[in-house]
């Protein structure tokens, strides 16, 4: 198989809550392999401090503070990218995540889940990728080329008990993944292709300490749960999220559209019998 199936340097990519554990490490992923990465995101010291490790493999990056949830910040978003590299070919919907307040715990009955913190939720998680897909899609639309990358969960496939805010919005975020793939191949043309990633567990800044013992490091009960119920028997590498994007964007995918592919060491094929 050629190499040029997977060649997608001299690209240009926006990586919505690029500073985050995952967004990062798929802006590093892009950006070894030849891609200009956009970082968006609202932590301007960790966005810097991103490119300088980007930039200092020789890599070309650049961090723009945007809150995804207002359409004038994303808006003003794309005008800096516009303006610096001329063109977006891909669009990865990575920021998101859940909320305390948006989640049934032994003291917060889900009858008692405040509307406040659902909406706060779905805003982020749902409104947080409609709005950068309206504003970046319209530059894929104008080139009648590029690719859109979704991040879903496995609490879409497999709602998860706790987390019914998160589980609702990520399984929103697959039904719109499918949606908006039939509209920008229909309206625009086979070029635009628009998919999702559903990541099974990985450690993260939010997760970390409800997976794991702050104090030991050790599994706490749901950890263990998790990791039972996952065939590899192991949380994922934050990297191994690369190899799917990679291809999902390149033209080894020209045919694929409208799907959501699992990495999750197999958590939804384990029915736990």
């Known amino acids: 198989m050629s190499d040029a199936l997977f060649d997608i340097s001299g690209q240009v990519a926006v990586i919505t809550g690029g500073t985050g554990v995952l967004g990062a490490a798929m802006a590093r992923g892009l950006a070894q392999r030849g891609v200009r990465v956009a970082l968006l995101g609202r932590n301007q010291p ?3 401090e991103l490119v300088r490790q980007i930039t200092a493999v020789d890599g070309e990056a650049c ?21 610096r590299w001329g063109r977006v070919d891909i669009l990865v919907n990575a920021a998101g995540g859940n909320k305390p307040g948006a989640t049934v715990t032994p003291d917060q009955s889900f009858f008692d889940l405040p509307a406040s913190a659902l909406a706060d939720l779905m805003n982020l998680n749902v409104l947080g990728t409609l ?25 879409a496939l497999r709602p998860l008990s706790r987390v019914v805010g998160y589980s609702a ?9 499918s949606w908006l793939s039939v509209y ?39 950890g263990r749960a998790i990791i039972d119920h996952t065939p590899m028997g192991r949380f994922g590498e934050a990297d191994e999220l690369v190899g799917t994007l990679v291809w999902l964007v390149s033209p080894a995918a020209r045919f694929v559209t409208g799907i959501v592919v699992p990495v999750d060491g197999g958590f939804s094929a384990c029915s736990g019998i």
Do not use: H, W, Y
């Open 131 to 155: 709005l950068p897909s309206q504003i970046f899609g319209r530059t894929l639309a104008r080139q009648a080329a590029g690719s859109i990358i979704n991040i879903s969960s496995m609490a």
């Open 184 to 222: 920008m191949c229909q309206q625009f043309g086979p070029g635009i292709r628009v998919n999702a990633i559903a990541p099974g567990f990985f450690l993260t800044e939010q997760n970390r300490f409800l997976l794991t013992d702050e104090q030991t490091g050790q599994l706490t009960a749901r």
């Open 46 to 48: 960790k966005g810097e």
């Open 63 to 83: 961090f723009v503070s945007a809150d995804v949830t207002v359409r004038d910040s994303c808006e003003q978003a794309a005008s800096t990218i516009q303006a």
């Open 169 to 177: 919005s990520k399984a929103a975020i697959a039904n719109f993944t």
